[in-house]
């Protein structure tokens, strides 16, 4: 049996911790008239067999990731409520997790949601349009509290780079720019809030370096900031220096990288750092509820011979997705 007790509520749980994971596309056995081709049970060859395979397989890693199981669950690329759904009450039963909740965007294949073990003390969609009224993918935010203090968690799956970097920047700098009003409104109203915003933003941490410079991009990092670039861009702080910045979130991945050449996604032959966890400023001190690791999730049984993601295979039904998890934690002094 894992733990049952809620941390931070009773006393007896000191971490919490918080895995994000985009799941590469877990799609239900029922015709929505949504799903990718490839995942339409009218087509012949995607059933129930294999939808419960890929929940199975999720849950393994879910249940390894960490002992017990993580306290928060964000996940991206599931296609809607029923999904996760069949994941907490067939696959993760008896762990403890009673509050989710996952987007419905109407024209889209995939969502992004929540599973947590701490009750939800509010959820809002965040829905995004561009100038010509265009939908694009939408931000979760949800609010915990834990004793005294609040805990906002944006989960977040930006336009990807289909059709080129460069051509598609715009929306995710329109994402950026969601997040950076939320954060100011938050913090406007409730000074000691503590945020995090994590998910697939399909951009590296470094993106504006890789891109020679030559454009903003919606992450833009600190290193490069003088005080009048990126007003839409998220700063992305390497240390203390730049942390009250309107807009500024620590990125771990500066120092995970300097330590050893990986990330959560392999492509070309290289690694990328697409999935992210970045820590407000009231989370970056020792006091109250604060940042304590970020790591990828690198279980020998989710990765190739070569060491790479172990990614879904429909064909053989087998392997977990093409990106690694992420785990935060978080801890109470």
Same mark, same amino acid.
């Given at each position: 049996?894992?733990?049952?007790?809620?941390?931070?509520?009773d006393g007896?749980?000191e971490?919490?911790?918080?895995?994000?994971?985009?799941?590469?596309n877990i799609?239900?056995?029922?015709?929505?008239?949504?799903?990718?081709?490839e995942?339409?049970p009218?087509?012949g060859?995607?059933?129930?067999?294999?939808?419960?395979?890929?929940?199975l397989n999720?849950?393994?890693?879910i249940?390894?990731?960490?002992?017990?199981?993580?306290?928060i669950?964000?996940?991206?690329?599931?296609?809607?409520?029923?999904v996760?759904?069949?994941?907490?009450?067939?696959y993760?039963?008896?762990?403890?997790?009673?509050?989710?909740?996952?987007?419905?965007?109407?024209?889209?294949?995939?969502?992004?949601?929540?599973?947590?073990?701490?009750?939800?003390?509010?959820?809002?969609?965040?829905?995004?349009?561009?100038?010509?009224?265009?939908?694009i993918?939408?931000a979760l935010?949800v609010?915990?509290?834990?004793?005294?203090?609040?805990?906002y968690?944006?989960?977040n799956?930006?336009?990807?780079?289909?059709?080129?970097?460069?051509?598609?920047?715009?929306?995710?700098?329109?994402?950026?720019?969601?997040?950076?009003n939320?954060?100011?409104s938050?913090?406007?109203?409730?000074?000691?809030?503590?945020?995090v915003?994590?998910?697939?933003?399909?951009?590296?941490h470094?993106?504006?370096?890789?891109?020679?410079? &030559?454009?903003?991009?919606a992450?833009?990092?600190?290193?490069?900031?003088?005080?009048t670039?990126?007003?839409?861009s998220?700063?992305?702080?390497?240390g203390?220096?730049?942390?009250k910045?309107?807009?500024?979130?620590y990125?771990?991945?500066?120092?995970?990288?300097?330590?050893?050449?990986?990330g959560?996604?392999?492509?070309n032959?290289?690694?990328?750092?697409?999935?992210?966890?970045?820590?407000?400023?009231?989370?970056?001190?020792?006091?109250?509820?604060?940042?304590?690791?970020?790591?990828?999730v690198?279980?020998?049984f989710?990765?190739?011979r070569?060491?790479?993601?172990?990614?879904?295979?429909?064909?053989?039904? &087998?392997?977990?997705?093409?990106?690694?998890?992420?785990?935060?934690t978080?801890c109470k002094?």
């Open positions: 049996m894992c733990r049952c007790s809620l941390p931070f509520l007896t749980e971490v919490l911790t918080i895995l994000s994971y985009n799941v590469q799609f239900d056995a029922v015709d929505n008239g949504t799903e990718y081709h995942y339409d009218s087509e060859d995607w059933d129930e067999l294999l939808y419960h395979q890929r929940l999720l849950s393994e890693v249940k390894a990731s960490v002992k017990g199981g993580p306290d669950i964000a996940l991206q690329e599931v296609e809607n409520l029923h996760v759904e069949d994941l907490v009450s067939q993760l039963k008896g762990m403890g997790y009673e509050d989710l909740c996952v987007t419905a965007k109407e024209d889209s294949a995939v969502q992004i949601g929540f599973i947590s073990r701490i009750p939800f003390d509010s959820v809002i969609i965040h829905d995004l349009f561009t100038e010509d009224y265009k939908s993918r939408p935010e609010k915990l509290v834990l004793g005294t203090e609040s805990l968690i944006f989960n799956h930006w336009k990807s780079r289909l059709g080129g970097a460069l051509n598609t920047e715009e929306q995710r700098i329109m994402s950026a720019q969601i997040i950076r939320r954060m100011d938050i913090v406007k109203s409730e000074k000691d809030a503590k945020i915003v994590l998910g697939d933003f399909n951009e590296n470094d993106e504006y370096i890789r891109a020679g410079k &030559t454009y903003t991009t992450l833009y990092p600190d290193t490069e900031y003088t005080g670039e990126c007003p839409e998220v700063l992305l702080v390497t203390n220096k730049n942390m910045v309107s807009g500024a979130l990125e771990p991945w500066f120092q995970y990288r300097a330590e050893a050449e990986e959560s996604y392999y492509f032959g290289s690694w990328e750092t697409l999935d992210h966890c970045l820590i407000g400023n009231n989370l970056w001190s020792e006091s109250g509820v604060h940042y304590s690791s970020f790591g990828v690198t279980l020998p989710i990765l190739s070569e060491g790479t993601p172990l990614f879904w295979n429909k064909v053989k039904g &087998t392997g977990y997705s093409d990106h690694l998890p992420l785990l935060l978080l002094d």
